[in-house]
């Protein structure tokens, strides 16, 4: 198989790199960590008028008509440049789901705000205890006239603090899972903050008979964990693509840094320990790159990407720590200088490493798949 991207994939990566590299230097990011919103608002827009954030969106919604596959390849060029873009909610999480399963008049209602930038969307799909956020959702959903309301608790939620609607999973009184369509500040929706390790801000969302209409589920009603798991399985496709671009980038300002560095009179690159060290990093890297693309290429395919997206993500997590511990070993000193543009890197890998499961989860799913597959298969 050749993963090799496009020639339109290279343009689409390489416009959305040099977005965010010329207005994203390391000066205005240490800014933006001091924004309470942590939220490049004019790069968000200068994304959206390149047509970066509709590009994979449906034509008939007025979007590119691309898939998964070009959104982790802009999501590799944020990570690349730790761009605190909510892309990954926006696009992967909220657009997508709706693009696929909403009807035509929740489509025409949400997608134009966030093709043209001024809307974010975000889903609430983890709950307390499941951080992979495979098991029916403990949130529930009653029928209530002609709608529904809603009770629970939604955990970790990105960009909740910006979000005009939340995708948020429920299960009903038959035992079946709903999608719903919720505004964050309808009457007994209440929003806390948590600040994760990357310093993006997560939501925690607490639904206390919540009001939602009955246009406002995705797919039918007693279809939704199937509408959870594709939003799940491309929200996966999505970190660990973003998780290959954080490794690539603290690689690439490793390699650079070692090769300037000197000690003993010689620069510490020719130290056979610091060669060994960057080498093995350097296949790590490699590794989260490949398996993150062929996790994103299987579900653009339509082909069955379980055990693809478990294996991604256990590289993405189990690699990526190695890759972010060298890098920052490599550094030194000033590897632990929160002012020095790698400390950023270690710090989004820290964080991607946990997103959706870290490591001994993805084994223990991915064993789980094996085993459910039996021994002849």
């Known amino acids: ?134 098991a029916p959702p403990r949130t529930r959903a009653r029928r209530d006239g002609a709608g529904f309301v809603l009770d629970g608790e939604k955990r970790f939620v990105p960009a909740l603090h910006l979000a005009a609607h939340v995708l948020v999973p429920a299960r009903l009184d038959d035992g079946t899972t709903a999608v719903f369509v919720v505004d964050p500040a309808a009457p007994g929706a209440t929003r806390d903050r948590v600040v994760a390790t990357s310093f993006e801000p997560l939501g925690m969302l607490s639904l206390r008979a919540v009001r939602v209409s009955a246009d406002d589920v995705l797919g039918a009603p007693g279809e939704g964990a199937a509408v959870v798991e594709w939003t799940r399985q491309r929200a996966v496709a999505g970190v660990c693509a973003t998780a290959a671009g954080v490794c690539a980038e603290a690689l690439r300002l490793t390699a650079a840094h070692v090769s300037e560095r000197e000690q003993f009179g010689q620069k510490i690159a020719t130290f056979q320990a610091v060669a060994h060290r960057a080498a093995d990093a350097y296949v790590d890297s490699r590794a989260i790159a490949l398996t993150a693309r062929q996790a994103a290429w299987r579900l653009a395919e339509g082909l069955p990407a379980a055990e693809a997206l478990a294996i991604a993500k256990f590289w993405a997590a189990d690699g990526g720590q190695r890759v972010a511990h060298a890098a920052q070993h490599l550094h030194g000193g000033i590897g632990v200088d929160t002012s020095y543009p790698l400390h950023r890197y270690f710090r989004w890998a820290k964080q991607l490493e946990l997103s959706f499961g870290a490591a001994p989860a993805q084994l223990r799913h991915f064993g789980a798949m094996l085993a459910e597959r039996g021994p002849d298969a």
Do not use: H
Request: glycine fraction near 12%.
């Open 1 to 134: 198989m050749d993963f090799e991207p496009t020639e339109d994939q290279r343009a689409i990566a390489e416009l959305g790199g040099r977005i965010l590299r010329e207005r994203l230097p390391p000066e205005r990011l240490r800014a933006l960590d001091e924004d309470p919103d942590w939220f490049a608002r004019d790069v968000w827009q200068e994304l959206a008028r390149a047509g970066l954030i509709g590009a994979p969106l449906p034509e008939r919604d007025g979007g590119g008509g691309l898939d998964i596959l070009e959104a982790c390849l802009v999501l590799e060029e944020i990570g690349r440049t730790v761009a605190p873009v909510p892309y990954l909610a926006t696009v992967v999480l909220g657009a997508m789901p709706v693009a696929a399963f909403g009807t035509t008049a929740l489509r025409a209602r949400l997608l134009p705000g966030v093709i043209d930038g001024s809307a974010v969307l975000t889903a609430a799909l983890v709950e307390d205890g499941d951080e992979g956020a495979l």
